[in-house]
């Protein structure tokens, strides 16, 4: 599919590096690590390198996602507000996703800052009817083409590893 045909293009992003998970707190107070917080404004300079330009980002409200997606704003020049939504938190179901895209469908640009497994299960879902299997790290991007909206359904154009953004 090219892109030039697509009704859209979101990002998919993977939160960065965070705390590890512990008893004491909640996990959605978890925060990025200095490590974490570091990698990902390397990874945002590759983006802006590569032309990524939201026009809208909306995160989970787990305060990792919010922060990913602030450094990504930042790096990015994007001056609007992020959107906070509970359904792309980490067990947030790929229906909810659709509504979510639904609602918002009218920005040309989407990114998308959430976790595993939503991440991973998101995209397979629009891109390979739930048949794609892929270990989708802290920092990844999808990128992704959206050719029908009900439900989402498009072509991925790209997928970078962190390691590759950081490159």
Known sequence: MDAAFALNTIYIVRHGIAEDAN??????????????RERMHEIGNRMKA?????????????????????ILAEKLQYTNDIIQDNRI???????????????FRSSQHIMFVGHEPSASDFVSRICADGKL?????KGAVCAIAIERMRPVQGSMLWYATPSVLRA
């Open 133 to 137: 299997h892929m270990d989708f790290k």
């Open 50 to 70: 590569m032309d990524v330009t939201p026009s809208l980002i909306i995160a989970s409200p787990y305060v990792r996602a919010i922060q990913t997606a602030t």
């Open 23 to 36: 008893f004491r707190q909640p996990d959605a107070e978890r925060q990025l690590t200095d490590k974490g």
């Open 89 to 103: 938190t980490p067990m947030g179901r790929y229906e909810n996703f659709c509504d979510l895209y639904f609602e």
